[in-house]
């Protein structure tokens, strides 16, 4: 099982800086998911920044979220 996510920092460049339960921390690129139905809603940069940790992943204020997995697979 990879890591969970243990804290979250969103950037004004919509990545996300992500520690993760192993303590390694990595960079999360939002925006190619900015054109994708719900995700649509982030580009408002004062939405983006909502983010928190939310049940070892990530939420936004308006319900988006991400799968643990694929915040660990593809952060660098």
Do not use: A
């Amino acid at each position: 099982m990879n890591p969970r996510v243990k804290n979250v920092f969103p950037n004004n460049d919509y990545t996300l800086t992500i520690t993760f339960t192993n303590d390694e921390v990595k960079i999360f690129d939002v925006k190619p998911y900015l054109e994708i139905g719900i995700f649509k809603e982030l580009k408002d940069l004062s939405l983006f920044k909502t983010v928190k940790p939310f049940l070892n992943s990530i939420q936004w204020m308006n319900g988006q979220d991400f799968c643990p997995d694929t915040l660990y697979l593809e952060s660098k």
